[in-house]
């Protein structure tokens, strides 16, 4: 009997070492421990087997079919890895298909500098106010110092609507409108849209601005310089240089022009196109909001100051992407829109 | 401001080079626009002498002159003008000069050859005559560049002079400002007057009758004038200014008026119907010619110039045709006058006269330099005109004026500009500005500006010259020390940026659309949310930009159009705006808007297929759904928007209220528009959709028990809107159904004709149990047979 299951072993084993292939190894699992298996059957001898030798060779049964369990679960085993293998050996995809993937848009790249300049001022402290496109000369003149019949108004080529109504100029009327509503101390920007009557290349009838103004007790010219530095650099870049010169607008005094120096030939280049040789763009209006205005929303201008500016949002963009023409940002062109 | 440099150095000592000139200046506020160097285009001719003439062997009207420019040899130059002979000084262009007509080169003349060429005033650009060649002086040295030898070479520099500073409209303001600006000296001179025969007071009498109109009106008579072309020189500075020369009277007020930036006028006092001027305001006076030959109707409230009756002149914006000097004039009456400015620029804006002196007179003369202005002009006749000035001046200043005082306090000059100030830093100011300055109580100054700064009226006035002059890089920087709180974005704006990006993530670019519609755009797109009557515009640039948006379709509309123009037919595009409408007042509201034309965006091969409902919708439900708005709104054919085709187009519904629209335009319109095609707009009123508050969301436990899913097929007419079967499962409101989708549609056998095939999914489950065949069977067939009895629709099985 032991002789027997010990050539059944042999077999099987040599059998295991000569197959190939996942189907192969499961026939001889099928032929020697199936059902009607060759170890199998001499399970069913057993009883014949003389009662005292019986442990002996039950106990070898056992032995020889654990192994053989275990040398077929391996060959299997190899036999899955060497198919699996041979499958990716073949497997071959063309990367360089195009990908499936959701198309992408992409966002207005005014709307994106005015987001960035948004993010700049809100971690200053300061928020966000809006107010209408639709103006009163009140609001847009009058109460930020512009008399009636003033040259200054030249300055400001305005569309007049129906009503003895305006489409606001600039952004200040916000200024205006926040500061008739609330007490200082305020820290206020207001983005908008902005009118005027004017069109070329550097020149929209309809374009956006960026108001903000900050009031409390003790503000200064020295933090009005700060602050715009500070937002200047964020925007274009530690380092930029900064510089204010004397300007005048009639809501604020002593007013500024605030230039940078330019970012694309740091003012060694004649002819640059960016800065026209002179190694300054113009960025921003500003200065400290005039007495009057002050006046006109009832503060008393002897108990707090405050500074104001305003930026076209269209310049910068124009400048930090060398856009040459304003019309493109009104023209909806995709192959334009999505540059940015 | 046009400002010559030569001009200016009559007035301040110019120790410095252009550039810094120009950024002194630029710096302390009068920014330089533009430098331009006059004569620069001729900087290469030089003065030559004509050795020797000599007929050109083969052309009778050429003649070949041997020039020299110095003492080096003569060279031939073929020349073709008569007026000159041997030993003239003329102007020699050697070859390779660039002249304003042409490059010269050395060339063959008709077998002679021509080293340069010789010149006239026109070839230069001197003046128009193109006669003969300009002969020069005997004087003038051989081989000095021509602008040079005739006083031409000079630097014009453009200053923008900010609308306060109307000191500055003058070659003496500007020398003023960059004598305070750079510690310079203003040179002063005397203006010598020599008078002759019958004073003026004899020839001419003055009334103000409209005193707030004319503080102040001076007069002279000037006799015995030749008239003629004014000097070389001072029609060199005229057209410097950008002036054009006229005759040598009116050059001389033109010359006194840039020079001062007192405006002047002559009158032809012959032509003056009587010896009387009367300042008065307009009245009853209906019409007048002014010396442009243009009638102009007049306001009562404008202000004249008469001789009591009759206007002579529209006082500080144009004279008239009648009085207007001649060439047969031969006495001058010399107006010298301080007009209100706003009174001038009414006027001026309403008859669209912007001369010169209406600029001036509206930002401001100096009413105490009048009479010096006066004074000059009538000099430079005398000089220039051979006038004989009449004994004295009629001035009439009912109200002396006098700057008022300003109080300064040297604390608050620092608290406003955050900088150490020094009492001796605003009195250097200040004096260098012209002011006179003294002590009042403790820490106060008094300043008394100068007449000609009007803008000098308040403290604020004085400590922005303080900064200005003393340099704004002189102020440190600092950071304000403020409380925390701030920071604050509108919810609408932190919402409307979320939809942004949501948009932009789907694959639509983001378009920024003027505020501004044509009458046709807004009659074809109404809007929604809005009243039928638009927002007009009194002075459009264009007919097309006439009025403000109903709705922001029509420039969606125009954007797939200039698109397509382009070759670009997919455009996916959204826009966020405001529109505007008129209702007791204008009114203006936020919308949010896109299109979907051509084929869906790319997805890879294969991904191409034109747009259809399904994708704007889409984008809407997204939108919606964004906002946590699809519970509370519907969907339902859209059929009163004469835009849109009534079959294929939606109405968004938010709480039973019009809040958007998705679909596609009218083929009409689309033929209309030049956009046919598959083009799907959407239009969302963000003012209705954003009312909303979409509250904190509460966490909803997670199912512990499956949930079992039946499918409904049902057959319906083809018209039938499958979404009633989902209503209608919703509103029927079974405890244990969990969902309902539809999960296919179909038409076509063994569907009849005319009809189509849906299919529902439908779930089903308990929140505290295992749900069970029969309990899920008996719910379904529940369903079902109220579905049937309630809707046009059968079952299949």
């Not at chain 2, 050429?62 to 060279?75: D, F, K, N, S, Y």
């Not at chain 2, 400015?341 to 001026?348: D, I, K, M, Q, Y």
């Not at chain 2, 949010?592 to 439900?621: M, S």
Request: hydrophobic share 40%; with cysteine; glycine share 10%.
């Amino acid at each position: 009997m032991i002789e027997a299951l010990s050539r059944i072993r042999a077999e099987a084993l040599a059998a295991l070492d000569r197959c190939h292939g996942e189907a192969e190894v499961e026939g001889i699992r099928v032929r020697y421990l199936g059902r009607k298996g060759e170890l199998t059957n001499v399970v069913r001898q057993l009883r014949d087997v003389p009662a005292e030798e019986r442990p002996a060779v039950g106990v070898r049964l056992n032995e020889i079919k654990d192994e053989l369990e275990r040398r077929i679960d391996e060959s299997l085993s190899r036999a899955r890895a060497a198919a699996r293998a041979q499958r990716v050996a073949g497997e071959r995809i063309d990367v360089t298909l195009p990908g499936r993937r959701p198309a992408r848009g992409s966002l207005h790249p005014i709307a994106q500098v005015m987001e960035e300049l948004i993010d700049i001022f809100c971690t200053l402290g300061f928020s966000v106010a809006e107010g209408p496109d639709i103006e009163d000369d009140y609001h847009n003149f009058e109460a930020l110092n512009f008399p009636a019949d003033h040259p200054a108004r030249d300055m400001q080529d305005t569309f007049f609507v129906e009503g003895n109504l305006l489409l606001r100029t600039h952004t200040s009327p916000v200024q205006v409108r926040v500061m008739e509503g609330r007490r200082p101390p305020l820290r206020v920007i207001a983005p908008g849209s902005v009118y005027r009557h004017d069109s070329d290349v550097t020149h929209s009838p309809m374009f956006h601005q960026l108001e903000g103004f900050m009031v409390d007790r003790h503000v200064t010219f020295g933090d009005l310089k700060g602050v715009l530095t500070y937002t200047l650099q964020r925007l274009f870049g530690s380092g930029t240089p900064v510089r204010l010169r004397p300007s005048f607008f009639p809501f604020t005094e002593p007013s500024a022009e605030i230039d940078i120096g330019c970012f694309r030939c740091g003012g060694r280049e004649r002819t640059c196109r960016i800065c026209k040789g002179s190694g300054w763009m113009e960025i921003l209006g500003a200065g400290m909001i005039d007495p009057n205005v002050f006046r006109a929303v009832g503060y008393d201008p002897e108990e707090v100051t405050g500074f104001a500016f305003g930026m076209g949002i269209e310049r910068v963009v124009m400048l930090l992407h060398e856009i040459n023409d304003i019309k493109l940002f009104f023209t909806h062109d995709v192959r334009f829109l999505r540059q940015f | 401001m046009r400002v010559s440099l030569n001009w200016l150095r009559d007035f301040v000592q110019l120790n410095m080079d252009t550039a810094s000139l120009c950024e002194r200046l630029t710096m302390g506020g009068l920014e330089v626009d533009a430098v331009e160097e006059v004569g620069a285009a001729i900087a290469s001719v030089v003065v030559g002498e004509i050795v020797r003439m000599q007929p050109h062997p083969q052309a009778d009207r050429l003649t070949v002159c041997q020039v020299r420019i110095g003492t080096g040899p003569a060279v031939p130059v073929v020349c073709g003008a008569t007026n000159m002979k041997a030993g003239d000084r003329v102007a020699y262009a050697p070859p390779g000069t660039t002249l304003p007509g042409g490059r010269v080169e050395e060339r063959e003349v008709r077998g002679v050859r021509s080293l340069g060429m010789l010149c006239s005033e026109a070839e230069l650009e001197l003046s128009g005559d193109a006669s003969g060649l300009m002969i020069l002086e005997r004087e003038a040295p051989l081989g000095e560049r021509i602008g040079v030898c005739l006083g031409i070479e000079d630097t014009v520099v453009d200053v923008a002079v900010p609308p306060n500073r109307g000191d500055c409209l003058s070659v003496l303001g500007i020398g003023r400002e960059l004598a305070a600006l750079a510690g310079l000296r203003v040179r002063r001179h005397r203006i010598g007057v020599r008078e002759r025969g019958t004073p003026a007071a004899d020839a001419i009498a003055v009334r103000i009758d409209d005193v707030s109109g004319c503080g102040r009106y001076a007069a002279r008579v000037v006799r015995n004038l030749r008239i003629g072309a004014s000097p070389r020189w001072m029609q060199q500075r005229l057209v410097a200014a950008g002036l054009r020369p006229i005759n040598n009277v009116v050059d001389v007020t033109n010359y006194v008026m840039i020079e001062r930036g007192q405006p002047l006028h002559a009158f032809d006092y012959a032509r003056l119907p009587r010896p009387e001027i009367v300042v008065r305001r307009a009245g009853a006076s209906a019409s007048f010619e002014t010396l442009d030959g243009v009638p102009r109707v007049l306001d009562p409230d404008d202000l004249l110039i008469t001789t009591g009756e009759e206007p002579v002149a529209i006082a500080g914006v144009m004279g008239g045709a009648e009085t207007e000097v001649s060439a047969s004039t031969s006495v001058v009456l010399l107006e010298s006058a301080w007009f209100e400015p706003s009174r001038v620029r009414r006027t001026a804006r309403r008859l669209g006269l912007h001369s010169e002196a209406a600029f001036r007179f509206e930002r401001g003369v100096d009413i105490g330099g009048v009479p010096a202005a006066l004074d000059r002009a009538a000099a430079l006749l005398e000089r220039i005109a051979g006038g004989e000035v009449a004994r004295g001046m009629v001035d009439a200043y009912p109200r002396v004026e006098r700057p008022a005082p300003v109080h300064v306090r040297l604390q608050r000059v620092e608290e406003i500009l955050g900088a150490p100030v020094t009492r001796g830093d605003v009195v250097r100011t200040m004096k260098a500005l012209g002011a006179s300055v003294s002590a009042a109580a403790r820490g106060t100054l008094t300043v008394m500006p100068p007449t000609y700064r009007l803008d000098l009226s308040r403290e604020i006035d004085v400590i922005e010259e303080v900064a200005r002059v003393r340099g704004y890089e002189r102020i440190a920087p600092t950071m304000p020390a403020v409380s925390l709180d701030g920071g604050v974005v509108p919810e609408r704006m932190r919402r409307v940026g979320g939809l942004r990006r949501l948009l932009a993530a789907q694959g639509m670019d983001e378009a920024v659309i003027l505020s501004f519609a044509s009458p046709r755009l807004n009659e074809c797109f109404r809007g929604i949310g809005v009243k039928p009557d638009p927002v007009l515009i009194v002075n459009p640039m264009s007919r097309d930009e006439s009025q403000l948006r109903l709705s922001l379709v029509g420039g969606l509309v125009t954007a797939v159009r200039q698109n397509r123009s382009q070759g670009v037919s997919r455009v996916a595009v959204f826009s966020v705006g405001k529109v505007f409408w008129k209702d007791t007042g204008p009114q203006e509201g936020w919308r949010l808007a896109g299109v979907w034309a051509g084929e869906v965006p790319d997805q890879g091969l294969g991904g191409r297929r034109p747009a259809e409902f399904a994708d704007i919708k889409g984008v809407v439900e997204s939108v919606l759904d964004h906002l946590r708005l699809t519970d509370r709104t519907s969907w339902k054919p859209l059929l009163e928007v004469p835009a849109f085709h009534p079959g294929k187009s939606a109405a968004v519904m938010l709480a039973d209220e019009f809040a958007g629209v998705a679909g596609c335009l009218h083929p009409d319109l689309e033929v209309e528009f030049e956009i046919e095609g598959a083009n799907w707009f959407f239009e969302l009123d963000l003012e209705k959709l954003l009312a909303y508050l979409p509250a904190r969301a509460v966490f909803r436990e997670l199912p512990r028990f499956p949930a079992v899913v039946r499918d409904l097929a049902i057959v319906t007419e083809e018209q039938f809107p499958s979404g009633r079967v989902i209503h209608f499962v919703r509103q029927w409101g079974h405890p244990l159904v969990e969902t309902v989708v539809l999960f296919d549609q179909y038409v076509g056998a063994p569907i009849p004709p005319g009809m189509k095939g849906l299919a529902y999914s439908i779930s089903y489950r308990a929140a505290d149990r295992t749900l069970t065949d029969d309990e899920v069977n008996e719910a379904h067939a529940e369903l079902t047979a109220a579905l049937s009895t309630a809707l046009p629709l059968e079952l299949r099985r």
